[in-house]
């Protein structure tokens, strides 16, 4: 499992509230990657981070926003949730000559109500 | 938006018999990779085929790729019950860090 915990694994909040998840890995891997899972959309890629406090924008960063002060954790807040956000989220770290093949953490799953 | 698309988007078979899934995109890709997700898990990495690879073997897995008409396959010989789960490709185009997964495919083999 490449090292990764994520936490919490299951959260419900109530809109308009911050949220933060916790993606913590153990390896000392460069690049980190949220994704969220949605049915019908497969996995999409939300922020990715090639270093410490090194991050840029995937394909659906709106109302997302992500940190990296340590190697191993990686973070993602929602300043304030909204039900569009109730997903599947998971953490992944790459590996290999060219970062190509990605390993993913449990996943957490988040119910905004 | 999704770069690569599995078909079917379910398939049901029998224990013992071999399962196809194919993937296609649409823009020049330097890698391709086919990911497995049992229910409520985590994605794993299954196999790796580079633009410039025709066919690669891992176990009982079997993935083909022809880049000239932007498609792959993934074949699972021998399909057992545990095989049963969502299968994804996902392309890694100039960026290689990046990678772009389809919706997936439902696997469910039947005992």
């Known amino acids: 499992d490449a090292g990764i915990t994520q936490s919490p694994r299951h959260k419900v909040t109530e809109t308009g509230t911050p949220v933060t998840l916790r993606c913590h890995q153990t390896?000392?891997?460069?690049?980190m990657y949220w994704y969220r899972q949605d049915p019908g959309h497969g996995l999409r890629l939300i922020h990715y981070?090639?270093?410490?406090?090194?991050?840029d924008k995937g394909e659906v960063s709106d109302g997302y926003s992500v940190s990296r002060s340590k190697t191993e954790d990686f973070l993602l807040t929602l300043e304030s949730a909204t039900s569009s956000q109730t997903s599947v989220y998971f953490c992944?770290?790459?590996?290999?000559?060219?970062?190509?093949?990605?390993?993913f953490g449990p996943g957490t799953r988040l119910l905004v109500l | 938006s999704q770069q690569g698309e599995e078909d079917p988007q379910a398939l049901s078979i029998q224990e013992g018999e071999n399962a196809t899934m194919n993937c296609s995109y649409k823009?020049?890709?330097?890698?391709l990779q086919w990911y497995r997700q049992n229910s409520g898990r985590g994605l794993v990495h299954l196999i790796l085929i580079r633009s410039n690879e025709r066919e690669k073997h891992s176990g009982r897995l079997r993935v083909t790729l022809d880049t000239s008409k932007k498609s792959s396959s993934l074949l699972i010989t021998a399909s057992r019950a545990a095989d049963t789960a969502s299968y994804f490709c996902?392309?890694?185009?100039?960026?290689?860090?990046?990678?772009?997964f389809g919706k997936g495919t439902l696997l469910t083999v039947n005992p």
């Open positions: 996902a392309t890694g185009g100039g960026s290689n860090y990046k990678l772009t």
């Open positions: 992944a770290i790459s590996e290999g000559d060219y970062q190509e093949t990605q390993y």
């Open positions: 981070s090639y270093g410490v406090k090194d991050t």
């Open positions: 823009t020049s890709i330097n890698n």
């Open positions: 390896e000392n891997h460069r690049y």
